[in-house]
C-alpha cells in the first residue's frame, strides 16, 4: 500500500488502538458517512413551546398544568448541551413524563407530546425517555 498503488485484495486491516469518532470506514473501498442534524438553541426553544402549547391543551387542573409548566421552565433554564446539562435534563424530563402519568396521560402513546419530549431530550443527549 505504501507504493501508491491500491490494494484490492479484500483484506480488512483493522484499526489498532482506541478510536474515537461518529464514524469509521476501514478496509478496501470502504466508506462512511454520518448525517447529523446540529440543532441549534432555536431548535430547542421551538420543541419546547410546542410542549407549553401542548400541555395547555390538555384537560388538567390549574394545579397538575402549574407543576407541569415548571418543568418546561427548569429545562428553558438548562443553559448549553453536554454532560453537565444531560443529567439534570434528563431528571426533569422523567418527572414530567411521570407527572403526564399520573394526570392520566401516556406521553409516548400521545404524538404530539412524544415528538417535542423526543426532540428536547435528544437536544440534550438523554437516551431512553420512553
Do not use: C
Request: hydrophobic share 40%; charged share 20%; no cysteine.
Amino acid at each position: 500500500m505504501s507504493n501508491g498503488h491500491r490494494d484490492d485484495s479484500g483484506a480488512n486491516y483493522g484499526i489498532v488502538g482506541n478510536v474515537t469518532a461518529k464514524a469509521v470506514a476501514v478496509g478496501a473501498g470502504a466508506s462512511a458517512t454520518v448525517n447529523e442534524t446540529q440543532g441549534g438553541r432555536a431548535e430547542l426553544e421551538t420543541a419546547l413551546q410546542k410542549l407549553e402549547e401542548e400541555i395547555r391543551g390538555l384537560h388538567l387542573t390549574s394545579e397538575q398544568a402549574k407543576l407541569l409548566s415548571e418543568d418546561v421552565k427548569k429545562l428553558k433554564q438548562l443553559d448549553g448541551k453536554g454532560p453537565e446539562t444531560s443529567g439534570p435534563a434528563a431528571s426533569i424530563l422523567s418527572g414530567l413524563v411521570a407527572k403526564l402519568k399520573m394526570v392520566g396521560v401516556v406521553a409516548e402513546s400521545v404524538i404530539s407530546l412524544k415528538e417535542p419530549l423526543t426532540m428536547i431530550a435528544n437536544w440534550f443527549g438523554v437516551a431512553g425517555l420512553f
